[in-house]
């Protein structure tokens, strides 16, 4: 159980295009979902927390007009990088959690984006 | 503020070598404390967990103790495979159900 996929796995885009990514919860209902970036060698950088039927919540310095996020059911969020450019290249996760009072995160496989 | 320190990778070590990846936490209240495990190329996947002091959480011949008064969480295994190889991350569960991670630690075991 607490499978989560993410779709696509990796995409190549040109400078300009924007790209999205879906966040799919296969075998429960999420009522939250968080987006991270990761960098290359690097930690999980938090960049959203999405709930269902509402708007995202952004961490700081994370420009919300850049990386559009829509949750809009429970069991798919959606991340739209918008006009993308080589500096957005990176590999994105999303997770999400099946209970409001659940800690535990399940995390999908992860999406690598290229901008050329 | 919340925060997590893994003690500095890459880690190599032998098939069948005891392992250690220290954590220690810093928050405020009484957080849960997680060990997830990303393989070359996919997403995190939870590795164990444990929710109060004391605890000890156990998965696949890891395990970790929730120790309060040293504010730590060291991952421990007894004798580690060539499959083991991946990139190990402490967490800890702060405000608002967000997960603050450790910079992750690299762990290579050569058979």
């Known amino acids: 159980g607490a499978v989560v996929s993410q779709h696509p796995s990796w995409v190549i885009c040109k400078s300009g295009t924007s790209v999205k990514i879906e966040c799919r919860s296969l075998?429960?209902?999420?009522?939250?979902m968080f987006w991270y970036r990761q960098f290359p060698k690097q930690s999980l950088m938090l960049m959203a927390t999405?709930?269902?039927?509402?708007?995202?919540?952004?961490e700081q310095g994370v420009e919300k007009d850049k990386f559009l996020i829509n949750h809009a059911s429970l069991t798919l969020s959606t991340l739209t990088v918008t006009s993308a450019h080589p500096e957005d290249s990176s590999f994105y996760i999303c997770?999400?959690?099946?209970?409001?009072?659940?800690?535990?995160?399940?995390f999908g496989p992860g999406t690598r984006l290229l901008v050329l | 503020g919340n925060s997590v320190t893994q003690m500095e990778g890459p880690v190599t070590l032998s098939e069948e070598a005891f392992l250690t990846i220290n954590c220690t936490y810093t928050?405020?209240?009484?957080?849960?404390l997680f060990w997830y495990v990303q393989y070359p190329g996919e997403g995190l996947q939870l590795l164990l967990k444990?929710?109060?002091?004391?605890d000890k959480g156990s998965n696949k011949g890891f395990e970790a103790t929730y120790r309060k008064e040293t504010t730590s969480f060291h991952l421990e295994k007894g004798s580690v495979q060539v499959s083991d190889s991946a990139v190990y991350f402490c967490?800890?569960?702060?405000?608002?159900?967000?997960?603050?991670f450790g910079q992750g630690t690299r762990l290579t075991i050569n058979p």
């Open positions: 967490a800890l569960s702060g405000g608002a159900q967000k997960l603050v």
């Open positions: 928050a405020t209240g009484y957080p849960s």
């Open positions: 997770s999400a959690q099946d209970a409001p009072e659940e800690e535990t995160q399940y």
């Open positions: 075998d429960f209902q999420a009522t939250t």
């Open positions: 999405s709930n269902e039927g509402s708007k995202a919540t952004y």
């Open positions: 444990a929710t109060k002091a004391d």
